[in-house]
DNA sequence: TGACACAGGCAACCATCGGTTGCGCATCAG
DNA sequence: CTGATGCGCAACCGATGGTTGCCTGTGTCA
């Protein structure tokens, strides 16, 4: 049973830099490429990459305001994209689990 | 609160490919590059590349066997990797949820 | 024992990606 | 109008995931 898993979503979140943008961008409500690179180490350019992959996946999404163009997390997706990495780790957990306990049965009987 | 991550381990797990690999680890026991390959969509030589990094971060370990390499799960290394998936879903889980009850707060006085 | 098969390591090469610098364009403020 | 600022575009660079090709080492079998 291997869980089924939107690479892109899963991808999107992957990287730390978009990770933390998330984070951010979830903290104040919105942000811009601008803003939102003067707190992390990183250039605007490399900001507005990532923003442009997050807003490709739908993790967030732009209001051209005059010349600046404010991002907002899409809190359902980003949902979707938190519920897929509890997916996998209980696949996982339940996976070792059940490992564990054929080693503890084996244990027994051998 | 920036859920601290080990980025090593994330980025390790991170592949897809890698974890299918841990997958058909888990699911097998045991492994070589060889044997995983056929199991894959890549090369030999990729899937030991993987298998070089999942080493390195611990996540399997290699036991030489004749002309063979024996990969195998380290399962406590991969529970690690599985609740830091788990701690940074709850995170923004908590954070979401938060975000909700403050927009309904505010639906409700405004 | 000798020849062949097969697992695995090493190296060169390629595309993609995250990151940078540099530049040009548009928009807002004095 | 002019200068400052926010953004997009393009070129470039290093790391990484992937490939093919080749060589080495270890079994296996006649």
New binding site residues.
Partial sequence: MTVAVDDDLWSAIG?P?RRRMLDLLLASGAG???SLSEQL??????V???LG?LDRVGLVQATPA????RYQVDEVQLGRAVAQLGAVGNAWDARLRRIKQIAEAIQKNG
Same sequence: chains 1, 2.
């Avoid at 005059?66 to 163009?69: A, D, I, S, Y």
């Fill in positions: 990287d830099t811009t490429a601008t180490p990183v250039t605007r350019q490399a507005a990459k990532h992959v005059g010349r600046e163009r």
